[in-house]
């Protein structure tokens, strides 16, 4: 089974950078799909980038489309967020996720995966 641990986070300004970092145990890690997701006050969980099995295909929500790139290494079996260009709305409880699945066709859906990180807080200020 897949455990993910999260690092990374914490509070910018406006404009600011900063880079999530995902990082995997098991065996299987490298045949999932990845992504990540967050969820802001009083919002449901929403999704923001993955990255297929090889590393070839990443997708984005619009929102976050050529602000944040997500990327992965398999020799260290982790996985990244690096967000630029940071706004207020940014501001969120980020996760990582794993899916099962080694093929990117859309967004991932959050309630079909049940491989979560425990979290982190990114704060963006004005």
């Known amino acids: 089974q897949v455990q993910l641990v999260q690092s990374g986070g914490g509070v910018v300004q406006a404009g600011g950078s900063l880079r999530l970092s995902c990082a995997a145990s098991?065996?299987?890690?490298?045949?999932?799909?990845m992504g990540w997701f967050r969820q802001a006050p009083v919002k449901e969980r929403e999704f923001v980038a993955a990255?297929?099995?090889?590393?070839?295909?990443?997708l984005y929500a619009e929102s976050v489309k050529g602000r944040f790139t997500i990327s992965r290494n398999h020799a260290n079996n982790i996985v990244y967020l690096q967000m630029n260009s940071l706004k207020p709305e940014d501001t969120a409880v980020f996760y990582c996720?794993?899916?099962?699945?080694?093929?990117?066709?859309?967004?991932?859906?959050?309630?079909?995966?049940?491989?979560w990180g425990q979290g982190t807080l990114v704060t963006v200020s004005s």
């Open positions: 990255i297929n099995w090889s590393g070839g295909t990443t």
């Open positions: 996720a794993a899916d099962r699945s080694p093929v990117l066709l859309g967004p991932l859906p959050p309630g079909r995966l049940d491989i």
């Open positions: 098991g065996r299987t890690f490298n045949s999932y799909t």
